[in-house]
């Protein structure tokens, strides 16, 4: 039987987190009341011209070169032309043939084994409106529809990679890896459910071996990680069941619906449009100086490779890493630790474990957390001297995040320093010897783990607030000196 | 004279020195406008009271003393596809039934800072697409020489409204001819400026890469006036310049000494009326005693500026009347059952037949498969005709032609065939494709209609250019020697 090997390209359509629209001064604020944020421009009103949001071709070019594209100093917008109510001006203002920026790439992880994905072409374009039915859920069936334009001439880029990923596990790292890079930037704000970020998936099989396409389709607007890779693997189901059974894949537009966790025929290839792209009159070219470009890449902000990299140089394991780097406020948070004078291990240990956890359970971010950066860096200092222990410590990070006292406010408050005075530990050490002459036999016989017993002893005896190291070495002592 | 038949510069001293009212001007002018208007149509609508209330302000103002702009009081009549605030937008069309701009075009607004007086939005052929009026959805304006003539178009009702004096000036667009060719055909001025120089903002687009807004006026003077009240770079417009405009007025300095003019043998051919070319030559002989020189020059691009024109301009218009679709504003189709009926309905019912060639042209030419063939030719013919001109200016200093081949047509003259009456703007189309500024003056009667003449000069040169119209109207006096019978004697021929 021919084995068959998946060939995905991935379109991404990401929306810039810009003050206003792609060709006018509108609000791309989401969720505001329908027709609010919209301008004769937006409307597509006769007499009503362009004018490029230049904030909006900084992101793209921020965009290109983070994504070591080469950004092209002349680029055009054109018109994409069609009919639809969510469209007002009848035509979409994009980049057709020549995009801001052409030929990066992206590299991935793929189990510890790094891949490069090729980026084809950033393209800017602008978004269309919205169209909520009503009596059904598309337009067809519907009693009435009604057309939102808040989100029309939103700015977006188009990223069009290379049909270089393989398999469902690839093609959601490529998105998560594109969606961080994008989010560090400050350009986006990846928030997939409010469709900031959505992703066209480009797919065909063809036999292991062959190196040329077969017949692709390409599904459209999926928008969550876990679709894309649910997309993914139903679509090489049905087209290798094609396959198998000796039929052909047909060129289509399809649509993933998440209920049936499959994809359905949106419109066949005679269906699509001539969009008779042709150079929008209303924009000369878009020329960029190279020394606007150069002062773009200059101040980049650092990137989250760059960044890991750094991390890992500081002794941080890769999964740490992950967690810092998942959110740019997180690793902004870790960072403000560091640079305040905290270990970058001991931070990182309390970001990625106990604060994450008790963040998670409130719901609230590290931006959000009561527990500011300032806070655990005093938390550490408390470890450090050994005013506390750190099991002490997991209870003091608790109460910082529910009610935003300082760490050594807490432990004042409570009085439970920790007993670090060996002349006091001393006494309570020889107090739990006396009472346990078998044990301390059974450690001078060689067995240690009978210590931990007599540990636990003296930490209830002082209610844990003993420093455990010292507690060890007192009762080893104590001990030898019997 | 009657104050409505004095020019903008004219009444602009009266109004200073007092011995002549706005209110006065206004209200005569909309006397003889009830005498004359129904036999010429030139306007879509008039704004009488407020004319009146504004004049009266203006008065006030005046009595005050206050320094106010040269423009001050002036009444003005608007192509109707131009916004003004708050007033209907026709175009001349069904498709924008009800359809009320809720902002003003940027030209309106400069004019408001000068304090002009807004008299109503003139006729025109739909969406500006024609050189008749016949185009117009509503009624088609009538020349004032003639009345079983047209007034040229696309900008007919503009042109009528100054040469019949119901407005002191006017604006009209200009995509292919059409505000020169009618400012021949009823004998006034008129101005195309340079693409960029003017704003386009609240126009309404025929083609974006051609389209200009500019004057009509019976005098060179206040065509410049006018020319400084709406010049200049607009933030809302990105193909507007970014250069500094001048005052084009009062740095007008007309004379035509020492001017070198190059004369295309292209536009100078049998295409041409007999009849207007010995008004030309005897223009071009009159300046030439008068210190300048001309000659004819080869431009071969020029024979291929009309196709070329049918080709881009109603690929942009096919895109630009796109937005025209039934969901969001004018005429939409009650008794569709689906949305492409919808779509199909409310455009087929609410575009003209010119409209609808002009879209399926258009269409038809960005089509894939025709796209190369069609637009990107047309494209690099566009790219020779800049060439042509740019290599002219370098011997020349202005271009001269006839505006029109012939004077104004009978009515229904081309109706059947419009292809003759695309031929109409042969020698306006290659300025717009080049992006220059053009003006066309009255150079003569021909059989009792207007001749003009059309002097094209190089990108931004409309200070040059008005210096040389300027030049030759002192020597010609047109605008004393060739006034309509409507205009000149207060009642139709």
Same mark, same amino acid.
């Given at each position: 039987?021919?084995?068959?090997?998946?060939?995905?390209?991935?379109?991404?359509?990401?929306?810039? /987190?810009?003050?206003?629209?792609?060709?006018?001064?509108?609000?791309?604020?989401?969720?505001?009341?329908?027709?609010?944020?919209?301008?004769?421009?937006?409307?597509?009103?006769?007499?009503?011209?362009?004018?490029?949001?230049?904030?909006?071709?900084?992101?793209?070019?921020?965009?290109?070169?983070?994504?070591?594209?080469?950004?092209?100093?002349?680029?055009?917008?054109?018109? /994409?032309?069609?009919?639809?109510?969510?469209?007002?001006?009848?035509?979409?203002?994009?980049?057709?043939?020549?995009?801001?920026?052409?030929?990066?790439?992206?590299?991935?992880?793929?189990?510890?084994?790094?891949?490069?994905?090729?980026?084809?072409?950033?393209?800017?374009?602008?978004?269309?409106?919205?169209?909520?039915?009503?009596?059904?859920?598309?337009?067809?069936?519907?009693?009435?529809?009604?057309?939102?334009?808040?989100?029309?001439?939103?700015?977006?880029?188009?990223?069009?990679?290379?049909?270089?990923?393989?398999?469902?596990?690839?093609?959601?790292?490529?998105?998560?890896?594109?969606?961080?890079?994008?989010?560090?930037?400050?350009?986006?704000?990846?928030?997939?459910?409010?469709?900031?970020?959505?992703?066209?998936?480009?797919?065909?099989?063809?036999?292991?071996?062959?190196?040329?396409?077969?017949?692709?389709?390409?599904?459209?607007?999926?928008?969550?990680?876990?679709?894309?890779?649910?997309?993914?693997?139903?679509?090489?189901?049905?087209?290798?069941?094609?396959?198998?059974?000796?039929?052909?894949?047909?060129?289509?537009?399809?649509?993933?619906?998440?209920?049936?966790?499959?994809?359905?025929?949106?419109?066949?290839?005679?269906?699509?449009?001539?969009?008779?792209?042709?150079?929008?009159?209303?924009?000369?070219?878009?020329?960029?100086?190279?020394?606007?470009?150069?002062?773009?890449?200059?101040?980049?902000?650092?990137?989250?490779?760059? /960044?890991?990299?750094?991390?890992?140089?500081?002794?941080?394991?890769?999964?740490?890493?992950?967690?810092?780097?998942?959110?740019?406020?997180?690793?902004?948070?870790?960072?403000?630790?560091?640079?305040?004078?905290?270990?970058?291990?001991?931070?990182?240990?309390?970001?990625?474990?106990?604060?994450?956890?008790?963040?998670?359970?409130?719901?609230?971010?590290?931006?959000?957390?009561?527990?500011?950066?300032?806070?655990?860096?005093?938390?550490?200092?408390?470890?450090?001297?050994?005013?506390?222990?750190?099991?002490?410590?997991?209870?003091?990070?608790?109460?910082?995040?529910?009610?935003?006292?300082?760490?050594?406010?807490?432990?004042?408050?409570?009085?439970?320093?920790?007993?670090?005075?060996?002349?006091?530990?001393?006494?309570?050490?020889?107090?739990?010897?006396?009472?346990?002459?078998?044990?301390?036999?059974?450690?001078?016989?060689?067995?240690?783990?009978?210590?931990?017993?007599?540990?636990?002893?003296?930490?209830?005896?002082?209610?844990?607030?003993?420093?455990?190291?010292?507690?060890?070495?007192?009762?080893?002592?104590?001990?030898?000196?019997? | 004279?009657?104050?409505?038949?004095?020019?903008?510069?004219?009444?602009?001293?009266?109004?200073?020195?007092?011995?002549?009212?706005? #209110?006065?001007?206004?209200?005569?002018?909309?006397?003889?406008?009830?005498?004359?208007?129904?036999?010429?149509?030139?306007?879509?609508?008039?704004?009488?009271?407020?004319?009146?209330? $504004?004049?009266?302000?203006?008065?006030?103002?005046?009595?005050?003393?206050?320094?106010?702009?040269?423009?001050?009081?002036?009444?003005?009549?608007?192509?109707?596809?131009?916004?003004?605030?708050?007033?209907?937008?026709?175009?001349?069309?069904?498709?924008?039934?009800?359809?009320?701009?809720?902002?003003?075009?940027? #030209?309106?607004?400069?004019?408001?800072?000068?304090?002009?007086?807004?008299?109503?939005?003139?006729?025109?052929?739909?969406?500006?697409?024609?050189?008749?009026?016949?185009?117009?959805?509503?009624?088609?304006?009538?020349?004032?020489?003639?009345?079983?003539?047209?007034?040229?178009?696309?900008?007919?009702?503009?042109?009528?409204?100054?040469?019949?004096? $119901?407005?002191?000036?006017?604006?009209?667009?200009?995509?292919?001819?059409?505000?020169?060719?009618?400012?021949?055909?009823?004998?006034?001025?008129?101005?195309?400026?340079?693409?960029?120089?003017?704003?386009?903002?609240?126009?309404?687009?025929?083609?974006?890469?051609?389209?200009?807004?500019?004057?009509?006026?019976?005098?060179?003077?206040?065509?410049?006036?006018?020319?400084?009240?709406?010049?200049?770079?607009?933030?809302?417009?990105?193909?507007?310049?970014?250069?500094?405009?001048?005052?084009?007025?009062?740095?007008?300095?007309?004379?035509?000494?020492?001017?070198?003019?190059?004369?295309?043998?292209?536009?100078?051919?049998?295409?041409?009326?007999?009849?207007?070319?010995?008004?030309?030559?005897?223009?071009?002989?009159?300046?030439?005693?008068?210190?300048?020189?001309?000659?004819?020059?080869?431009?071969?691009?020029?024979?291929?500026?009309?196709?070329?024109?049918?080709?881009?301009?109603?690929?942009?218009?096919?895109?630009?009347?796109?937005?025209?679709?039934?969901?969001?504003?004018?005429?939409?189709?009650?008794?569709?059952?689906?949305?492409?009926?919808?779509?199909?309905?409310?455009?087929?019912?609410?575009?003209?037949?010119?409209?609808?060639?002009?879209?399926?042209?258009?269409?038809?030419?960005?089509?894939?498969?025709?796209?190369?063939?069609?637009?990107?030719?047309?494209?690099?013919?566009?790219?020779?005709?800049?060439?042509?001109?740019?290599?002219?200016? $370098?011997?020349?200093?202005?271009?001269?032609?006839?505006?029109?081949?012939?004077?104004?047509?009978?009515?229904?003259?081309?109706?059947?065939?419009?292809?003759?009456?695309?031929?109409?703007?042969?020698?306006?189309?290659?300025?717009?494709?080049?992006?220059?500024?053009?003006?066309?003056?009255?150079?003569?009667?021909?059989?009792?209609?207007?001749?003009?003449?059309?002097?094209?000069?190089?990108?931004?040169?409309?200070?040059?250019?008005?210096?040389?119209?300027?030049?030759?109207?002192?020597?010609? $006096?047109?605008?004393?020697?060739?006034?309509?019978?409507?205009?000149?004697?207060?009642?139709?021929?």
């Amino acid at each position: 039987m021919t084995l068959f090997e998946p060939v995905i390209g991935i379109e991404v359509h990401a929306q810039l /987190k810009t003050n206003t629209k792609l060709f006018c001064g509108c609000s791309i604020q989401f969720g505001d009341k329908p027709n609010t944020n919209v301008c004769p421009v937006c409307l597509g009103m006769p007499g009503a011209l362009p004018v490029l949001n230049r904030q909006a071709v900084e992101y793209a070019v921020m965009a290109g070169v983070a994504l070591d594209c080469d950004v092209r100093p002349t680029s055009v917008f054109s018109r /994409k032309n069609y009919f639809y109510p969510d469209l007002p001006k009848g035509y979409q203002i994009s980049q057709y043939d020549q995009p801001i920026c052409l030929n990066g790439f992206l590299d991935i992880v793929v189990d510890g084994v790094t891949k490069r994905i090729g980026i084809t072409r950033i393209h800017m374009e602008e978004d269309a409106g919205k169209l909520v039915h009503q009596g059904s859920d598309t337009i067809a069936g519907a009693t009435h529809s009604h057309v939102d334009l808040n989100r029309a001439c939103t700015p977006l880029i188009e990223i069009v990679s290379e049909p270089d990923i393989r398999t469902a596990q690839e093609a959601r790292l490529y998105v998560e890896a594109l969606r961080q890079r994008l989010v560090y930037l400050g350009i986006c704000d990846g928030n997939m459910e409010e469709g900031s970020l959505r992703a066209d998936i480009n797919l065909s099989l063809r036999p292991v071996g062959a190196t040329s396409f077969g017949t692709r389709t390409e599904t459209k607007n999926v928008n969550s990680f876990r679709s894309i890779e649910r997309a993914i693997q139903s679509e090489i189901a049905r087209q290798t069941q094609l396959l198998v059974a000796g039929e052909r894949v047909v060129q289509q537009t399809r649509q993933y619906d998440e209920s049936t966790q499959s994809t359905r025929v949106l419109r066949d290839k005679e269906d699509s449009h001539d969009y008779r792209y042709f150079p929008e009159p209303d924009l000369y070219p878009l020329v960029l100086s190279l020394d606007w470009i150069q002062s773009i890449r200059d101040t980049l902000p650092e990137l989250p490779h760059a /960044k890991a990299a750094r991390y890992r140089g500081a002794g941080l394991s890769d999964f740490e890493c992950d967690v810092i780097l998942s959110e740019p406020e997180t690793s902004r948070y870790f960072e403000s630790c560091v640079s305040t004078g905290a270990d970058a291990k001991a931070a990182a240990k309390w970001i990625v474990g106990d604060l994450n956890s008790q963040l998670k359970e409130l719901k609230q971010s590290f931006a959000e957390s009561k527990l500011d950066p300032a806070g655990l860096v005093q938390l550490l200092g408390l470890i450090d001297s050994g005013k506390i222990s750190g099991k002490m410590a997991k209870d003091v990070v608790a109460q910082c995040v529910k009610t935003g006292h300082a760490p050594e406010a807490i432990v004042a408050a409570s009085g439970a320093t920790q007993i670090s005075d060996t002349s006091e530990l001393t006494a309570v050490v020889d107090r739990i010897l006396d009472a346990n002459p078998d044990v301390v036999e059974k450690v001078k016989g060689g067995k240690a783990n009978s210590a931990d017993f007599l540990m636990g002893q003296v930490m209830r005896e002082t209610k844990g607030r003993a420093k455990p190291d010292l507690v060890r070495s007192l009762i080893l002592e104590c001990i030898s000196r019997r | 004279m009657a104050n409505w038949q004095r020019s903008a510069v004219e009444l602009a001293q009266a109004f200073r020195s007092r011995t002549v009212k706005v #209110v006065d001007v206004v209200r005569e002018l909309w006397a003889h406008h009830d005498q004359v208007e129904p036999s010429v149509k030139a306007y879509i609508s008039t704004f009488q009271e407020s004319s009146l209330t $504004q004049a009266a302000e203006m008065d006030a103002r005046f009595d005050r003393g206050d320094d106010l702009p040269l423009l001050a009081g002036i009444p003005i009549a608007i192509k109707d596809n131009i916004h003004v605030n708050g007033v209907q937008t026709t175009c001349a069309s069904q498709i924008l039934k009800g359809f009320v701009p809720p902002f003003n075009a940027t #030209v309106i607004d400069r004019l408001a800072d000068r304090h002009v007086i807004v008299t109503g939005k003139t006729n025109l052929d739909e969406f500006a697409m024609g050189s008749s009026t016949e185009n117009s959805s509503f009624h088609t304006s009538l020349n004032p020489w003639d009345l079983s003539r047209v007034p040229g178009g696309s900008s007919g009702g503009s042109a009528v409204a100054v040469a019949s004096g $119901q407005a002191v000036v006017s604006l009209g667009s200009d995509t292919g001819g059409s505000i020169r060719q009618p400012a021949a055909f009823c004998g006034v001025v008129g101005l195309k400026p340079t693409y960029g120089r003017v704003s386009r903002y609240g126009l309404v687009a025929f083609a974006s890469s051609l389209d200009q807004i500019g004057p009509f006026s019976r005098t060179v003077a206040d065509s410049a006036l006018v020319l400084d009240a709406i010049a200049g770079h607009d933030p809302k417009d990105a193909t507007s310049a970014s250069r500094p405009s001048g005052s084009f007025y009062s740095t007008l300095s007309p004379t035509v000494a020492g001017l070198r003019i190059g004369v295309p043998k292209e536009l100078f051919g049998p295409e041409i009326d007999p009849g207007v070319k010995a008004k030309v030559v005897a223009a071009l002989d009159l300046m030439r005693a008068n210190g300048a020189t001309w000659e004819e020059v080869e431009m071969p691009s020029l024979r291929e500026a009309v196709s070329t024109y049918y080709i881009i301009a109603p690929a942009e218009a096919s895109a630009n009347l796109s937005r025209f679709d039934g969901v969001r504003y004018g005429y939409r189709d009650a008794n569709a059952d689906n949305l492409r009926d919808m779509f199909r309905r409310s455009r087929g019912a609410g575009f003209g037949a010119e409209v609808k060639r002009r879209i399926i042209i258009g269409t038809y030419v960005l089509s894939s498969g025709y796209y190369d063939a069609y637009y990107t030719k047309a494209q690099k013919l566009r790219s020779l005709i800049v060439r042509d001109f740019a290599q002219a200016f $370098q011997k020349y200093d202005v271009i001269v032609t006839p505006t029109a081949p012939s004077t104004a047509f009978k009515l229904g003259e081309h109706a059947a065939n419009p292809l003759a009456m695309y031929l109409a703007d042969i020698a306006t189309i290659p300025v717009n494709m080049a992006g220059l500024p053009a003006i066309s003056v009255p150079c003569g009667l021909h059989a009792g209609l207007p001749v003009g003449l059309q002097l094209v000069g190089p990108a931004f040169g409309e200070q040059q250019l008005l210096n040389v119209a300027a030049g030759y109207e002192a020597l010609a $006096q047109f605008s004393a020697h060739y006034q309509s019978p409507i205009f000149a004697g207060g009642t139709h021929a």
